[in-house]
Each structure stands twice: as structure tokens, then as C-alpha cells.
């Protein structure tokens, strides 16, 4: 079996894939990657039904395959070379044996993620690879490391796929909670009027947001009854200062919570950089249902829209003819 | 039907876009605790389409389910009349309950905060660790983190709130205070809640065939030891935990 041998990295790389889920009752969140966006789009750009890759927070590392690897790169744009070539993000490449790939800091956003033809064989705990280091399940991978990779059926590279932008913070859309009514109505109208920034604090588990402003500490905040938290929940500890709850986030809490971000914006909470503003804004349930529709929507049609890197002129011709039936040949890849 | 129809609970609401939550209470109080695990049992038995999983906190019941296959209303309607179905504060206590006994060192540097949580409940520190260690709590969730217990109920003298702010670590083992209730911390963690006691159990083993220690429903107690009896516990695979089946 073939390794991806990683001769140095960052502190936050881990094998994510989409988490467990089932075991909410005893006290496990789901975990697997905080931009699940970016496992879809490496699946889509090397044709597989793998959901695996390497998420790497804030910075890279250097890699290297004793065979012939497919390798694509998605979320956060990284500075990325292949021997020393520059390696274009977004898109899917081919790695020769025995090359080294390496990977740098981010430029823009906060998780990169390196996908692999076949996606990684590490052994499973309870029912999946990702490591959830808030459970003490798994490990950061370390310079050392040599990772299973599983067996690839081949494909085409160098593919590229347009990213939907979500580097940059920006508007969220957030839902109510179970304790937005315990806020006074100017409070909240103050909360969608107010900008953030969000912390340098910032984790698997949920990322801080500093108010431009007073904060939103509750009188009552302190002895709220302990109740179920899911990804998203906008918590606000005594101090005033939100936290967004990413996906290895714990399963019950008493911190009151002002409203929780639809699961189609956490992809862009997540990417948000230390220093990006941040904006909230209340959407009606209809156009959360709508969104999320959206979402599942364009996640099925990621492979449909990807594209050759060179563009050959030769080629355009089938370039367009593709792009335009994309729609039709959405419905027969993997959700 | 036995339930007061004044306190608005049994309350179903929505969490986010695909949850929903069954509220037998809005504090933490026996029956509903009692309603809320048996309400879980029943609902799994039940297994209405569309439920993706559930679980319970203190007093309610959390339902995740698919939102681009289930109308929240048509699972809200489902699972209202599952509640008329029987008095869920009168039902039994799940079974297979244990007493479980775990050894705990109270203040010093091991639980820095023991001094501070027993002025916040009005006791001196010997009198704070007398309290804490001849309680008997129930386990009435497990949450936060995997296998993590919350337990209650402490005598009222503990109604302390939580932390303004968060304590940026402590570490697997820590027990700690707030609203009447103990946590035993299963992982290492921020926590806004007051670290008083250490003890060596080990709740989320994930390597093992049983995962997760404890259940709800379980009865624990924390009785007082030694730093070197505790010291002597960490190198005990149990962690000095014991358990017997309650009848």
C-alpha cells in the first residue's frame, strides 16, 4: 500500500473527512472538516467518491509519495510547488514518484485542504478517519508521519475548479436560537447592525468575534439551564463576545446563544481569517431552506464544473459544449 | 395527563434549521429529567422517518432531522402527539442503573478553585468538601464532551452561576461546580464552570469496547482521598472508579 510520506508541517494538520455522526447522546460531536465545502470540491476535481483529505490550518507542509500520487488542493488558497514549480490552488495535479509537494501559509482564508486519488486508508475510531482532537480521538500529523492512502482507480488531472469565494468573512446568515427571545429586540437589531472582527482565538471548535462595539453579555447569561448545542450556535460567554461553534464543538452548553448560522454559511465562518469583519443578519426560515438547497444543489454539481487548467484553444469548443450541460449531468454524481 | 398545563411544557421548538428540542422544564428538576430520558426511549423505539438522531440534555430532548426531506411542522405534529401519549414526569428511571464511587482529591493545586467556590456558596473549604464528598448525584446528561456527566441535584447552598469568563484549561479528571450540579470533565478543556476536586476516572476510552463509562440515570459519588491515594489511583487503569448495579 502506498503512503503519503509528510517530511515536515504546520501544527494544525489533521486527516479530516465528514465526522461521526450518531453519537450526539453520548456527549461526541460530529467533527470532520470545517469546510466541508473544500472535501467536496477535492472529491469532485479527482472524480471519486473519497471524502478524505488533509485540513490544514493556516499553513502547509512538505509531502512527498514514493508512487505516482493524484493529489487536488481546495479551501483557503495556500502557496503551493511541486520541485520547486508552482503548483496552481483549486485544482487537481499529478505528482510524480518520489517529487516533493510543498505546501506554505495560506494567502487568503484559513483551512487549506490536500486531497488524495483513492483519499487516505488511516484507521478508523468509531466509524471514521478525521481526528477530533477536542475528544482526544486521533492526532495532529507530524513531520514523521507516513499516512495509508487508499487505492486509487485513476483519472484525469490538472482540473481546475472555480471556488465559490468564502476567504473574506462578510455577511452570515443566522437563524434564531433557544435564547435570542431572552435578548431585548434593539439588542438584537444591534447584533445585525454591529461589525465584527473575527480573533486570533480561533479553532476546530468555534471561532471568537470581537464586537466593534459594547458587548453582548446577558444579565441572566450566567444560570441558563445546560442544553444541546449544534455547529453554528453564536454562544456569548459573560464577557459580550460571540463565539461561532465550528464543527468540533461540545455537545450541551449553558452560555446563552443569540442565534445559530445556516449550515450553508459555515464554510465562510470557518475561512474567515484573524482581522476579517465579519457582518450577522436574521433570515427567515424559508430563505435558510432555500440556501441550503442551494448548497446541496451546487455541491452536486461541483463536477460539472471543472475544467482542463490549460486551456488550449483547440479545446474550447468542448470546454463550452461541457459547461453546458452541466445541469443535465449533475443528478448521477455522488451527493 | 398529570401535567400542569400552566408552565407551558411539555414546549417543542425549533433549534436551527434541521433540529428540533422537546422541553419538559425550564430548570432542572427530577421528573422532567425523568420525562426527558424516558421521552428519548420512546421516540427511539418509535424511529419516526426522518430523524437523523436524538439525544437528551437535562430536561429535553434534541431531534435532528434531514430539512430538505422533513417539514419541521410534520415532525413537530409527530412528535406532540407522542407526548400525549402517557404523563413522561411519571416514568421510570431508565434500568440497568449503577452506583458508581469515584475517589476525588478536593482543593489544593490539583482543583485551584475549591476556596473560591465554597465562598460563593457560603461555606468555609472543610465545610464545602464535606458537602461535596457525602452527596449522591444522579447522572441527568451526558454532554459537553464525549461521556461527560452532568450530575445533580447539590444541596441549594450551590447555586452558584458559572465563570464571567472562561478558565482556559483543565485537565481530564477535573471535577467542577456550578448551578447546583457537578461535571466530571472527560477531556481537557476551557470551562467556565469552578474546578474543585481532581480525580483520575477516565470517562471516554475510546480504544475500548465500551467507550463510554457513564449513563444516564447512573448514581455517583465522589468521596475525599489523599493526594497519595490519588496519586496511587492515576497508575489504576480504572482510576479508582468502582460500580455496582443498583436493584
Sequence with gaps: MSVLRVLSCGPGVTVQDRGRAGFLAQGLSRGGAVDRLALEEGAALLGQPARTALEMAGMGGRFSCDAPLRIALTGAPMKASLDGAPLRWHASHLLPAGSVLEIGGVTAGAYGYLSVGGGFAEPERLGAQSAHLAAGLGRAVQAGDALALGQDRGGETGMLLEAAPRWAGGEIRILPSLQTDLYPRAEQTRFEQMEFTRDARANRMGARMNPGGAGFGLDAGQTILSEVITPGDIQIPGDGAPYVLLSECQTTGGYPRIGTVIPADLPKVAQAPAGAKVRFRFVSRDEALAAQAGFVRDVKGLAGRIAPLVRDPAMMQDLLSYTLISGMITGEEEP | ?247
Design chain 2, 1 to 247: 395527563m398529570t401535567i400542569p398545563s400552566d408552565t407551558g411544557f411539555p414546549r417543542i421548538d425549533s433549534v436551527g434549521l434541521d433540529g428540533l428540542l422537546v422541553r419538559f422544564g425550564e430548570t432542572l428538576d427530577e421528573p422532567a429529567n425523568r420525562a426527558a430520558l424516558a421521552f428519548r426511549a420512546a421516540l427511539e423505539r418509535a424511529g419516526p422517518d426522518g430523524v437523523e438522531e436524538c439525544s437528551t440534555s437535562l430536561v429535553s430532548c434534541y431531534v435532528r432531522f434531514d430539512p430538505l426531506a422533513v417539514a419541521p411542522e410534520d415532525l413537530s405534529a409527530r412528535l406532540g402527539a407522542l407526548v400525549k401519549t402517557q404523563d413522561w414526569y411519571a416514568a421510570a428511571l431508565p434500568e440497568g442503573r449503577r452506583l458508581v464511587t469515584i475517589p476525588a482529591v478536593y482543593g489544593t493545586d490539583l482543583a485551584p478553585q475549591l476556596a473560591e467556590a465554597a465562598a460563593a456558596a457560603g461555606m468555609s473549604e472543610e465545610e464545602a468538601i464535606t458537602s461535596l464528598s457525602q452527596a449522591q448525584v444522579r447522572v441527568t446528561a451526558i454532554g459537553f464532551a464525549p461521556g461527560q456527566p452532568y450530575m445533580g441535584t447539590l444541596p441549594e447552598a450551590w447555586n452558584i452561576p458559572r465563570q464571567t469568563a472562561l478558565t482556559p484549561q483543565v485537565p481530564v479528571g477535573a471535577l467542577v461546580v456550578a448551578i447546583r450540579q457537578l461535571v466530571l470533565f472527560s477531556v481537557s478543556t476551557p470551562t467556565g464552570w469552578r474546578h474543585v476536586g481532581q480525580t483520575a476516572a477516565r470517562l471516554f476510552q475510546p480504544e475500548s469496547e465500551t467507550p463510554f463509562l457513564l449513563r444516564p440515570g447512573d448514581e455517583v459519588r465522589f468521596p475525599a482521598v489523599s493526594r497519595a491515594v490519588f496519586e496511587r489511583m492515576k497508575e489504576d487503569p480504572s482510576g479508582g472508579l468502582t460500580a455496582e448495579v443498583l436493584a
